[in-house]
């Protein structure tokens, strides 16, 4: 990476979704290629290496595979298949929940959001790999098959970018949505889930589970408000997934530092959670160059899988 000064990023309008995404899709796509090279092996699991299903023995088949369990519990001979790049499926878990509707910098961690997600399939659909999304806005779900191509990709996040935004009150359920993902059980691939993991820990579970089955991707998007607050007098904030409201006098030091000091014990609660999944954990902010810190996260998986795959 050079030390020019970056790009200026688009600017995010949901309201123009088609237009938004093709000039996303650029801007990604120029600066992703232009930084890293390869099959960018820190995001999806490497050719052939990864463990995929067992199925039933073939004369012909490589012995060496022999899936002895399996074949112990069923009394039939049975063989581990691996999952090659080419073979990858990814499932994109989206939180739209009111909560992201929320911004006080370069964007909203809506839209933020969103170009994670154009990051993580632009990364991951070459070579034949499909792609599947299921999205929640807290009271609708949407489920989007997984498929390949990049006319499919393009249509994926067209359809995402155009799910409405909830009414106020409105609570969002991620512990849900990955059970959706979780039940019934799909081919191993790559799991991303983007979303501000605030409200109910009750995602940390059924996160777990697809971590039996899946490499696992955790987008957390941060918007600076959230750690902090402006010493900015007499303020009303409003719970955007509940409705209620609460005056607070942000002129109190006192009650900033109480305030930042709970925002960093939730923020490291949540990333002990992740951590337990079995997740890689990339913080996107809303006042932050989030393509530098995709960047950054995507050559720091690479080291880190190749180191592995050396030892």
């Known amino acids: 990476m050079n030390d020019a000064a970056p790009a200026q990023l688009p600017t995010l309008d949901t309201a123009g979704a088609e237009p938004l995404l093709r000039r996303l899709e650029l801007t990604v796509r120029n600066k ?10 820190g995001l999806v699991p490497g050719a052939g290496s990864e463990a ?22 069923t009394l039939v001979p049975h063989v581990r298949q691996t999952i090659a790049d080419r073979e990858l499926e ?7 929940s009111p909560s992201l509707d929320f911004g006080t910098a370069r964007t909203e961690k809506r839209e933020l959001a969103l170009a994670a997600l154009t990051a993580v399939v632009h990364l991951t659909v070459r070579g ?19 498929r390949g191509g990049t006319a499919h990709a393009r ?11 909830a009414e106020e009150g409105q609570r969002g359920d991620l512990g849900k949505l990955l059970e959706q993902l979780r039940r019934p059980p799909r081919r191993r691939g790559l799991v991303a889930v983007v979303s501000d993991f605030l409200g109910d820990a009750d995602w940390e ?15 957390e998007v941060i918007d600076p408000r959230e750690l902090e607050l402006p010493a900015a007098g007499l303020v009303t904030f409003v719970d955007p997934e509940s409705g209620d409201q609460i005056e607070v006098q942000t002129s109190s030091a006192d009650l900033r530092r109480r305030y930042a000091d709970a925002a960093t014990k939730q923020r490291a609660e949540i990333a002990t959670m992740l951590r337990h999944a079995g997740a890689g954990h990339l913080q996107l902010r809303t006042d932050r160059d989030w393509l530098t810190d995709i960047v950054k996260f995507v050559i720091a998986r690479r080291k880190t899988l190749g180191a592995g795959v050396t030892r």
């Open 205 to 219: 579970r059924p996160l777990r589970g697809l971590s039996e089955r899946h490499q696992l991707l955790a987008v």
């Open 90 to 96: 990814t499932w994109v878990v989206m939180d739209l």
């Open 128 to 146: 034949g790999n499909r792609v599947g999304a299921v999205v929640s806005n807290g009271p609708q779900t949407l489920r989007i098959p997984a």
């Open 52 to 73: 995929g299903d067992s199925r039933l023995y073939f004369p012909g088949d490589d012995v060496r595979r022999m899936d002895w369990p399996v074949t112990a519990r």
């Open 155 to 165: 249509h994926l996040m067209d359809r995402i970018a155009a799910v409405p935004r």
């Open 32 to 41: 992703l290629d232009g930084l890293l090279q390869g099959n960018y092996l």
